[in-house]
């Protein structure tokens, strides 16, 4: 059974020590003048100036993962909590939540050749897409042809979902693209030692 071409960003999958997840989330700012959209999954980096913005491909050190935010409504005159940045209509800047962790393990679709059990350990860059502006998830994917040991890239591989989930299920034939892989930070902030001002 092949795989289906639906990248969904980067899903939440547990910690490295598969612990019970304690790990809270990270309030950031998005300057209300970004125009970028964002979508829950999303890679997210630091602008440099205390903000944060999409992380745009080949992007090396991120800040985390966006999972939703907080803004006050220019269309309906409220604040709204939503998994998806619009690009617009905010009314001052926006609060983002970010999964920051360094200990996290994160889902990720393969967009193209299959990433296979010979590439755990590597390191590997993303694609970016244009979040769903229905349902507010991203598309954004894993990049197999970036998958290296250069330490700038921001994802180690860590699995294949075909190692803890049911054979046959959605993601998982490894002979095919867009298989599902799980990933770790690799360098992000919290584990980086270059600062981003």
Do not use: H
């Not at 092949?2 to 309030?27: C, D, H, I, K, V």
């Not at 905010?90 to 296979?116: E, H, K, R």
């Not at 190692?163 to 980086?192: E, H, L």
């Amino acid at each position: 059974m092949s795989n289906s071409n639906s990248p969904f960003g980067f899903q939440y999958f547990g910690r490295l020590e598969g612990g019970s997840p304690t790990e809270g989330q990270t309030a950031r700012l998005i300057a209300s003048t970004n125009t970028a959209t964002i979508g829950m999954g999303d890679p997210v980096s630091d602008v440099g100036n205390g903000y944060i913005t999409l992380a745009t491909a080949g992007t090396t050190q991120l800040t985390g993962i966006f999972l939703g935010c907080q803004y006050l409504s220019t269309a309906i005159g409220r604040q709204v909590n939503t998994n998806y940045y619009p690009g617009s209509g905010a009314s001052g800047d926006v609060i983002a939540y970010v999964c920051t962790d360094p200990q996290a393990q994160f889902l990720a679709q393969s967009n193209n050749t299959a990433i296979v059990f010979g590439d755990i350990d590597a390191n590997i860059n993303f694609v970016a897409g244009t979040p769903n502006s229905t349902t507010g998830f991203s598309t954004a994917a894993l990049d197999q042809s970036t998958i290296a040991t250069t330490n700038t890239l921001p994802f180690r591989i860590v699995g294949l979902l075909s190692q803890s989930a049911p054979p046959g299920a959605a993601g998982t034939d490894n002979t095919s693209a867009y298989n599902q892989v799980i990933v770790s930070a690799n360098n992000w902030d919290r584990k980086s030692l270059t600062g981003t001002v």
